[in-house]
């Protein structure tokens, strides 16, 4: 015979998973509340108790038959794994998050399947979902389950509404002043975030890009070289300034740049916390305060305005993907190529990208525009971003189990990663200057910063508001052959004194149209971060000009 089930009420089950969930599965929550309401206990016994009143009508209103288990199951599961990231890592499940998810590729999903992952999901999320469908659920009739529901849910509303009046003052002003709070609720916030995902891919999907810089054509510099222009620019992924030695950073994580003349600059702001929301903006005409991905999809961008004014424009991905930036241009994603001198387990060390730049660069007859968008320092898994051979700083960590490292190896590694990036970078500018028969530049920008245990957080992709500036301030490079500074008339002394002063993504639109000499009523010199050096450079050439002419 087989044993029996045993058997619970609808509304006693609901209870216990509300319990479960609200208790169970929110540790980061819990810790953050007792942080804000520590010197108000009262106000963090009505929290807990209203959360649970609301929570409990809530899905009490709903645990009807056939629907309350599998929506219990679902809350359960979603909340053991929206629980392990926050807890590990610090991070919140936001709109963006859940795109980052989304957009994610296999290899990068499979580097965050952890040991430490599965077995949470199955302490936390499987076992609990099974005891909840084993047990057998009694039902009653509709109206009596009408009665008796309403009998639950009506006076818990009551409760929970007459907490949030007697602790509104405490409540209104820490959930104003932390906003993470609320943000840390499992599972509220991933499901609310989901929510806005979708809402925002339903949206998006039948958008099409309207024309941008109609006008655009070569500028009389361009126009006139005899050589062709060519300019690479190198979209960093998860690059943080401050640990860019050449940025003031105690560690020697830019030995190779330090040797180049280039100029870095200090005091760069992203568009977003993840490269999901910063790379479609760094590309368009919008601000960071007027950007959304809907306005983004609807318009064309910057690459769209250099191959209406003529530039051959490419791009050359081997992080996850371009994000519909690259639409419309030719378009190359090297972890396809699998070349066993870079590549393993369907991820790719970022000198691929100077291989493959190698080649390019045999097909350049006119000028040219190639992005190369790297891997960078993409975590948790920093290690694997670089070869052995630029470990330089160790003991580093060596798994994307955080927990198991000091938070002195985690920053190890992620130096690292820094480390490779500065060689990259140098490498590509040594093939730029070999090339006499080019007028050459190259410029980085890195789409986001990332977190290293700063407060507890790791990782990026906080929403902005909370984000720290370790997650916002990004590094910015540049280097310009002599020939292309002659041709484009920009004054490398004149950016290194300005190095300093603040810029951010929304200078990268009208920066990169401005460096390459096109003329298009969609310019703006006000947000063009070399404008002011190459109108001093125009200035001096021509008080030069007068002195020489003078009797």
């Known amino acids: 015979m087989r044993p029996s089930r045993p058997a619970i009420g609808s509304v006693p089950l609901v209870a216990l998973v509300t319990g479960y969930l609200l208790f169970a599965t929110n540790g980061t929550f819990w810790r953050k509340a007792f942080t804000y309401f520590g010197a108000h206990p009262l106000d963090l016994a009505g929290l807990a108790l209203g959360l ?47 795109a980052n998810v989304a957009l994610t590729n296999p290899a990068e999903a499979g580097r965050l399947l952890t040991p430490s992952l599965v077995l949470h999901l199955a302490l936390f999320g499987l076992v609990p979902a099974l005891l909840v469908a084993f047990v057998r659920v009694r039902h009653r009739t509709f109206w009596q389950k009408a009665k008796w529901n309403s009998a639950a849910i009506f006076p818990s509303l009551a409760v929970a509404a007459a907490v949030v009046l007697a602790c509104y003052s405490s409540f209104a002003s820490t959930f104003r002043m932390h906003r993470d709070l609320i943000a840390s609720l499992n599972p509220v916030a991933p499901l609310v975030a989901g929510y806005k995902y979708a809402d925002q891919e339903i949206g998006t999907e039948t958008y099409v890009a309207a024309p941008l810089g109609t006008d655009a054509v070569p500028g009389p510099r361009l126009a006139s070289a005899t050589k062709p222009v060519v300019t690479i620019l190198v979209v960093g992924e998860t690059a943080r300034s401050q640990q860019f030695a050449l940025n003031g950073y105690e560690r020697d994580t830019t030995p190779e740049l330090a040797k ?280 001096a050439s021509k008080l030069t000009a007068l002195s020489e002419t003078a009797p």
């Open 52 to 98: 649970f009143l609301l929570l409990f009508a809530i899905l009490t209103s709903v645990s009807i038959k056939y629907v309350v288990k599998p929506l219990l199951i679902a809350l359960i599961l979603v909340s053991a794994s929206a629980s392990y990231f926050v807890d590990s890592y610090g991070i919140l499940i936001d709109r963006d998050m859940i």
């Open 260 to 539: 180049r003349d280039v100029v870095s600059f200090t005091k760069v702001s992203s568009c977003g916390t993840s490269t999901a929301v910063s790379v479609p903006c760094m590309f368009s005409n919008l601000t960071r305060a007027n950007y959304s991905r809907a306005a983004s999809r609807s318009v064309e961008n910057v690459l769209d305005v250099l191959v209406r004014a003529g530039l051959d424009v490419r791009w050359i991905d081997n992080d996850s993907g371009a994000y519909h930036v690259a639409d419309r241009i030719p378009y190359t994603y090297l972890p396809e190529t699998n070349d066993p001198r870079f590549c393993s387990a369907g991820e790719c060390h970022d000198e691929i990208l100077t291989e493959r730049l190698r080649e390019e660069m045999k097909t350049i007859t006119r000028d040219t525009v190639i992005v190369l968008h790297q891997i960078g320092s993409h975590g948790p898994t920093y290690y694997e971003r670089y070869p052995k051979a630029f470990e330089r700083f160790t003991p580093a960590c060596q798994t994307a189990e955080f927990a198991d490292c000091q938070r002195d190896e985690i920053v190890r590694a992620y130096d690292n990663t820094i480390v490779y990036t500065d060689h990259v970078l140098a490498e590509t500018i040594d093939l730029l200057a070999s090339r006499d028969d080019l007028e050459t530049s190259m410029l980085f920008v890195s789409d986001h910063g990332e977190s290293l245990g700063e407060n507890g957080i790791y990782l990026h992709a906080m929403p902005y508001l909370l984000a720290p500036v370790t997650q916002t301030t990004v590094p910015m490079i540049a280097w310009f052959s002599p020939a292309f500074s002659q041709r484009m008339g920009i004054d490398t002394a004149c950016l290194k004194a300005r190095r300093d002063e603040p810029l951010s993504h929304d200078n990268l639109f009208h920066t990169l149209i401005g460096m390459n000499d096109v003329r298009t009523s969609v310019y703006d010199a006000g947000l063009d971060a070399f404008a002011a050096c190459r109108a001093a450079s125009s200035a």
